[in-house]
C-alpha cells in the first residue's frame, strides 16, 4: 500500500467563527428549509432552545484561504470522495469558535473490479473554544491507481 505512511499525519490547527449567516447560507445552499437553522424564535422554541446548524455543516469548514492548507502531497485527480460521516457530541451553533485539526486515521485496501483500491480515512477533530469535542466530520477518500497507458 502506497499510502500506510500518511497514517498520523495532522493539519495545523486552525479557527473557525460561525456565525448565523455561515448557518442561513449553508442551509439555503443545501435547499434545507428547516426553520431550526434560521428562524430564532422558532428555533428557541425546539429541545434545542436557539439556532444550530444542520447537521451536515462541518463540509463547510475550512481553513481561511491565509492558512496553510493540509497537503498530503497526493494526486487530487486520483481522489474520489467515498463517504462521510459526522460524530457529534453537541450541535453547532452561531457564535461557536471552533478549533480544528485534520488528521488522517486510517489507510486500507480493497479488491476492486479492475484491481486493489486504498482508502484514506481523513477526521476533522472539531472543539470548542473551551477544548470540549463538538464533532468529528469523517472523510473516506477513494485514492484510485495509476492507469497504465
Do not use: W
Amino acid at each position: 500500500m502506497e499510502l500506510t505512511h500518511l497514517v498520523g499525519k495532522t493539519s495545523n490547527l486552525f479557527i473557525f467563527q460561525v456565525d448565523q449567516r455561515h448557518i442561513r447560507q449553508f442551509a439555503q445552499a443545501i435547499g434545507d428549509t428547516n426553520p431550526l437553522y434560521t428562524d430564532e424564535q422558532y428555533a428557541k422554541t425546539t429541545v434545542h432552545g436557539g439556532i444550530i446548524a444542520p447537521p451536515t455543516f462541518p463540509v463547510a469548514i475550512s481553513p481561511d484561504d491565509n492558512e496553510e492548507q493540509f497537503d498530503l502531497g497526493l494526486d487530487y485527480r486520483r481522489m474520489l470522495h467515498g463517504e462521510q460521516q459526522f460524530i457529534y457530541t453537541r450541535a453547532i451553533r452561531p457564535g461557536d469558535v471552533l478549533h480544528c485539526q485534520l488528521k488522517v486515521t486510517d489507510v486500507y485496501e480493497r479488491e476492486g473490479k479492475n484491481g486493489p483500491m486504498e482508502f484514506l480515512v481523513l477526521d476533522t477533530e472539531i472543539a470548542d473554544a473551551a477544548g470540549n469535542h463538538v464533532v468529528t466530520s469523517r472523510t473516506n477518500i477513494i485514492y484510485r491507481p495509476l492507469v497504465a497507458k
